[in-house]
């Protein structure tokens, strides 16, 4: 409901006059925003535009105007003014400093009432159709909605508990536009090797990521890798997972190299793995690094578990060495999109027009949020995507409904 709920203060920020209204399905304001951020909601993130259209990779050019129009300093300011201060932390994400993303949604709705902006809940829209002088909007419950303008702002069809059931797609489908594939975005890779489940719950810190397709690098990433009951989760995993779904999807071959030690050499490693000598010695070592289950199952995985004193050959250790520099994992699949972080695809970008969010098949049609095919990166990306593409689309629909009724047009 974030992009929804920009749309309306876009609207208002305008001053064309006129009203609007927020048809929403739930019976309360921004569900899906209240559990963000592991109920801490990274709204934004501290790094500059280009780093921002960085994150949402080659598409992200879309979304230079939106950012111009309302980005996260003018987030920063909006959330003052409902009296909530926010902060940043690692990697520039910026948290409400009461770490509560209940307090976002509440902050949220104040500035609402403040605005003036009308919220019908319990309003599922199950048709919008284009007519002379405007737009009927049909409700599942009640009489339909006319207006002059409309913003579609649905979202995906991650968490679907949360109202994001992805009706929007059907909807604009309907009025002539496309959606791109839908997969998961921001989810949990499921990996062939058993020994991985041994270990679910697992958390490994600082680790080094990369998916490749034979000899070609998918991506990479650093972080915290949680090891899962099906492969590996984390946000290391989450943010390379948009490189990796879509190859899968494809039915390529998707391995995963996990670097253990990145901050260090592999001749290095060698080097200490071999002044080692033996498996004792070699599982002292990686438990300075690793969690002592993760430890101890890669003892087995070695074949050196029980080994004790007995010296090891220094090819065994150097090829240890290597394995904590790469341990390879083959990617099975993933968790289901009902479970990832947001929708990987959406409606196709070449139909929209990133200067309004205006539909470029039929005027007076506006879109915005996760229903874009626009994906980021964990980080606070997404939700000051909704949060800008919301704002702007809000604002260029007063914009429209102002100019359309000067001249007649409605
Ligand atoms: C668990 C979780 C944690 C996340 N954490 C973060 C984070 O920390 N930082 C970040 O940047 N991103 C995060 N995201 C992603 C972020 O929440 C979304 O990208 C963002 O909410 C998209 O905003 P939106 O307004 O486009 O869609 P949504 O927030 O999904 O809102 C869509 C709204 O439309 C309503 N709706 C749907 N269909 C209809 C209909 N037919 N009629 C009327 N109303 C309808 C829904 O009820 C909903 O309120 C997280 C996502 C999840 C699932």
Known sequence: MVAALSAA???????????????????????????????????TNARSK?????????????????????FSDDLVTMFAEAGL??????GG????????????????????????????????????????????????????????????????????????????????????????????????LHCAEKWLGELAGTSLEGVAVEAWVGRKLLGRSHGEVMITDRGVGGPAVLSLSLAVVPALAEGQDVALHMDLRPELG????????EACGNA?????????????????????VWGIEGKGRTPLPRKTLAA????????????????????????????VLQEVDPR????????????????LDLQAVTGGYNLQAAFSTGFLAGRCAAEYVAKSANDGRL
């Not at 201060?85 to 690692?90: A, F, G, P, S």
């Not at 341990?327 to 968790?335: A, Q, S, W, Y």
Request: hydrophobic share 40%; aromatic share 8%; net charge positive.
């Open 9 to 43: 203060r876009g609207f208002k920020a305008a001053a064309y006059g006129g009203s609007v209204v927020i048809l929403e399905r739930n019976r309360v304001v921004g569900r899906k925003l209240a559990i963000t951020g592991k109920g801490r909601a990274n709204v």
């Open 50 to 70: 280009e780093e921002f259209v960085r994150a949402f990779g080659p598409s992200g050019r879309f979304l230079y105007p939106a950012f111009e129009s309302f």
């Open 85 to 90: 201060q926010l902060k940043t932390e690692r």
């Open 93 to 188: 994400r910026v948290f409400p400093i009461t770490d509560k993303a209940q307090d976002v949604v509440q902050a949220f709705a104040q500035l609402l009432v403040r605005d003036g902006v009308d919220t019908l809940y319990s309003a599922r829209v199950r048709s919008i159709d284009a007519g002379p002088g405007g737009w009927t909007i049909g409700l599942e419950s009640g009489k339909p909605v006319r207006c002059r303008a409309i913003i579609v702002a649905t979202g995906g069809m991650s968490y679907p508990g949360t109202g994001s059931t992805g009706d929007g797609y059907g909807l604009l489908e309907h009025m002539g536009h496309h959606t791109s594939p839908l997969l998961p975005g921001l989810v949990s």
């Open 266 to 273: 592999v001749d290095r490693e060698i080097h200490d793995m």
């Open 280 to 300: 004792e010695a070699v599982l002292a070592y990686v438990l300075k690094f690793l969690p002592k289950r993760m430890a101890l199952q890669l003892m087995s």
């Open 320 to 347: 240890i060495a290597k394995s904590v520099k790469g341990v390879e994992l083959r990617c099975t699949g993933t968790d289901p999109l009902a479970s990832a972080i947001i929708t990987h695809g959406g409606i």
């Open 356 to 371: 309004s969010m205006g539909s470029k098949v039929v005027p007076g049609l506006f879109i915005a949020g996760e229903l």
